[in-house]
């Protein structure tokens, strides 16, 4: 069974930092990009970041290029996520899923449950 599973989403103060991760089982972890996206409430889904099979490439949207750092440890079958400077446009609920590929459509089947990120003022 494919499971992704999010975890290190709260509360935090703007300027904070996190940690998400991502915690991958049942299927061939390395063979696989992964991507984290997010969703606001009443807004759509967007993509966050992404990293390659490898770790070699990573992706960034330009409103957390900067901020955020992507990460794998495919030992571990794991991708962090490390948020700093947060503000209250980050609050969402945020997913990794994978592909075969950063840039193309994530696998309908390989989406975690979400973690949620709220960051106050």
């Known amino acids: 069974e494919v499971r992704l599973v999010e975890s290190g989403g709260g509360l935090v103060q703007a300027g904070g930092s996190l940690r998400l991760s991502c915690a991958a089982s049942?299927?061939?972890?390395?063979?696989?990009?992964i991507g984290w996206l997010r969703q606001a409430p009443g807004k759509e889904r967007e993509g966050v970041s992404c990293?390659?099979?490898?770790?070699?490439?990573?992706y960034y949207a330009d409103s957390v290029k900067g901020r955020f750092t992507i990460s794998r440890d495919n030992a571990k079958k794991t991708v962090y996520l490390k948020m700093n400077r947060l503000n209250r446009e980050d609050t969402a609920v945020y997913y990794c899923?994978?592909?075969?590929?950063?840039?193309?459509?994530?696998?309908?089947?390989?989406w975690g449950q979400g973690t949620k990120v709220t960051v106050s003022s």
């Open positions: 990293i390659s099979r490898s770790g070699g490439s990573t």
């Open positions: 899923a994978a592909t075969p590929v950063c840039d193309t459509d994530y696998l309908d089947d390989y």
């Open positions: 049942g299927f061939t972890f390395d063979a696989y990009a």
